[in-house]
């Protein structure tokens, strides 16, 4: 993953005119100006098909189902990216709080953050706490090798979502 408090070039650029014709209210508050989707309502929280997660904004693969876990937290949350390259992490001062902010490396979109140490037995002890919103997935046909595969190897069952 990019580590960056300053951001490289992003590989999608558009203006904020084109993202708003783009995207809807809810997609462009939470995707471009960082916004927060309210916990428990979104569509991916409780998915359990297999499949890929992609930005919703520029269709960058981010995520795998297979590195999807129930933290009961609200918000779809996985134990890594699909690689590292394809997110970009950052400092949040926002709300008077630091967290690590999560951002498509592709286009810049906010995704959510990631929290780490909160004891959820997964294999990387992090929680990427993703908005549904910022999210599409692409279901893979069970048995299909998108399906099988996985760049961390297969999640335990209590870690997979």
């Not at 997609?27 to 979104?42: D, S």
């Not at 995704?111 to 929680?127: A, I, K, M, N, S």
């Not at 996985?150 to 997979?160: I, K, N, P, Q």
């Amino acid at each position: 993953m990019k580590r960056a408090e300053e951001l490289p070039p992003a590989a999608v650029v558009k203006s904020e005119d084109e993202w708003r014709a783009e995207l809807s209210p809810e997609e462009y508050e939470v995707l471009r100006k960082a916004g927060t989707e309210r916990p428990f309502t979104g569509e991916y929280t409780d998915n359990h098909r297999i499949g890929v997660y992609r930005c919703r904004a520029c269709g960058a693969e981010l995520f795998r189902s297979e590195h999807k876990f129930d933290s009961h937290c609200g918000w779809p949350s996985f134990f890594t990216p699909l690689a590292g390259e394809r997110i970009i992490e950052r400092t949040d001062r926002t709300w008077g709080m630091t967290r690590t902010e999560v951002l498509c490396a592709k286009c810049h979109s906010h995704l959510g953050h990631v929290f780490g140490g909160e004891g959820y037995g997964t294999p990387t002890d992090l929680r990427y706490c993703i908005n549904s919103v910022s999210l599409s997935f692409e279901e893979q046909p069970a048995g299909s090798e998108a399906a099988a595969g996985g760049d961390v190897g297969s999640a335990t069952a209590d870690a997979r979502g």
